[in-house]
């Protein structure tokens, strides 16, 4: 038994910021912003927020899949960014979409939530403790950003991307997943600091920082290795796969990706153009705008892949 996507669906906020509206507020510019990123616009929150996108991603990745809320045994949001410490994004998507019979939980793996969202799926599934599975991976980046650091901030976006899998015969072929918490420090956001009796901190907003050098040459070597390892697992060769569907976080990583595994790029769809870095919804946005396209044909084998803070990666081959 294999866990098969049977439906994609996103939401993207509906505000687009393009590079020169950046410019307009911080000394950036579209030259720089996509000479070195590829990125050109992306979408940001107003009155979305995490879960209100999820609920919309996942109304259309049900709608795609032909499966009903009652059919859904469990769902899993990939998020950095809930609306809520408690609740989690799961529960209020549970909640909105009627979902009753579901168990719903978070997963926090940064940019490869929704593959670390799908390889807990796939555990469920093959088991037989589950049959039907919702997975997303849902952000609203913009909160966690620092607005005066534009090395940072141009990159990301917000939205949310779903997918409903179900055990079939056939499906997610392989599947590599991996960790270094020592690296932990290259890409990381605080969380709100304690301010007990005892400590009495004074309550001071935490943003992400980065080190985008480090985070470069990890991509770009773990990502291709990660998916040589899969690729070989699953039975096949790089020649084998269909698409690439990466994390969307910057171009000049796809690029390297491609050539290191000796690939052309039309083989990498991207989204990054006008999405920006979604983090765990990138690959799910990008899964469903290939499907909505129509360039996912049954039979055709995928490669996905998430990677990024934690330092965490996953990627799966999928048959589709
Ligand atoms: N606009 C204009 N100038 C800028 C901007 C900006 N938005 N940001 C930084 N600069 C300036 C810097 O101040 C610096 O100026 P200086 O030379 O006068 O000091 C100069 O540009 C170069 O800055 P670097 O940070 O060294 O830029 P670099 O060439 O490394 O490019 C980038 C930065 C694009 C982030 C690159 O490191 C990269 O591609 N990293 C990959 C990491 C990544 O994509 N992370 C995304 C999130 S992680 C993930 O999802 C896996």
């Known amino acids: 038994m294999r866990t098969r996507i049977i439906g994609t669906g996103s939401c ?11 410019a307009k507020i911080m000394e950036t510019s579209d030259e720089w912003i ?45 998020t950095i960014t809930s609306d809520y410490v408690i609740p989690s994004t799961a529960c209020e998507v549970q909640a909105a ?26 555990a469920y599934l093959k088991t037989g ?20 650091d534009r090395s940072t901030c141009v990159l990301f976006g917000d939205g949310a991307g ?13 599947y590599d997943q991996g960790s270094d918490g020592a690296k932990g420090e290259v890409l990381a956001c605080q969380n709100r600091k304690n301010n007990n009796p005892l400590v009495k901190n004074a309550t001071e907003l935490q943003y992400t920082h980065m080190d985008g050098q480090e985070v470069y040459k990890f991509a770009v070597t773990t990502v291709p290795a990660s998916i040589k390892k899969v690729v070989e697992e699953a039975g096949l ?43 765990a919804a990138s690959v799910p946005i990008l899964l469903d705008e290939i499907n909505r396209k129509g360039l996912l044909k049954p039979g055709m084998k995928i490669v996905l892949s998430g990677f990024g803070a ?10 589709w």
């Open 129 to 148: 403790t589950y049959r039907t599975a919702l997975i997303l991976g849902a952000e609203t980046l913009s909160k966690i950003m620092d607005w005066n």
């Open 162 to 174: 779903a997918a409903v899998v179900r055990a079939d015969e056939t499906g997610l072929l392989a």
């Open 237 to 279: 060769t790089i020649e084998d796969i269909d698409y690439f569907a990466l994390h969307q976080a910057n171009i000049r990583i796809i690029q390297s990706v491609a050539k290191r595994l000796k690939v052309s790029e039309d083989k990498f769809p991207t989204s990054l153009e006008h999405c920006g870095n979604i983090s």
């Open 97 to 122: 979409i009627g979902a009753d019979r579901a168990v719903a939980f978070d997963i926090n793996a940064a940019c490869s939530g929704f593959m670390f969202a799908l390889h807990i799926a796939d």
């Open 12 to 22: 993207l906020p509906e505000t687009v910021v393009t590079n020169d509206d950046l």
């Open 34 to 78: 996509s000479s070195r990123t590829g990125i050109r616009e992306r979408r940001l929150v107003k009155d979305e927020t995490t879960a209100s996108m999820s609920v919309v991603a996942a109304k259309r990745a049900m709608e795609d899949a032909g499966v009903k809320a009652e059919e859904i045994d469990l769902i899993i949001v990939g």
């Open 310 to 319: 934690g330092l965490t990666w996953g990627s799966a081959v999928v048959e």
